[in-house]
Nanobody, 121 residues
């Protein structure tokens, strides 16, 4: 599995961006993490391969939506109402974590390169 993330950029506060991660595999759980300068890598969202349930960190609930198109082997992260604190490098990841380990980056087998998201006026 080779993942490639793209779609980042510079956006003003309250704006939107859609990130894409090509190379997903339908049986794997796909996730997005982010890492701001000087901070640990943080779980953002995941969509499970087994039954398609979605999971989000509290700070993005209601603003971000993760989805997948299995025909295109692509996972998306639609980000709305962006805030400056969303600024980070965003990474997509794939693996088979159990539900209780969904937010743990060390559990994921495969990683894409990061894509920078900057929210600034």
């Amino acid at each position: 599995v080779q993942l490639q993330a793209f779609g980042g950029g510079l956006v003003q506060p309250r704006g939107s961006l859609r990130l894409s991660c090509a190379g997903s595999e339908r049986t794997l759980t796909m996730a997005w993490f982010r890492q701001a300068p000087g901070k640990d890598r943080e779980f953002v969202a995941a969509i499970r391969g087994s039954e398609g349930s979605t999971h989000y960190t509290d700070s993005v609930k209601g603003r971000f939506t993760i989805s997948r198109d299995n025909a295109k082997n692509t996972v998306y992260l639609q980000m709305n109402s962006l805030k400056p604190e969303d600024t980070a490098v965003y990474y997509c990841a794939a693996g088979r974590p159990i539900l209780s380990a969904l937010t743990m980056p060390g559990i994921y087998y495969y990683w894409g390169q990061g894509t920078q998201v900057t929210v600034s006026s």
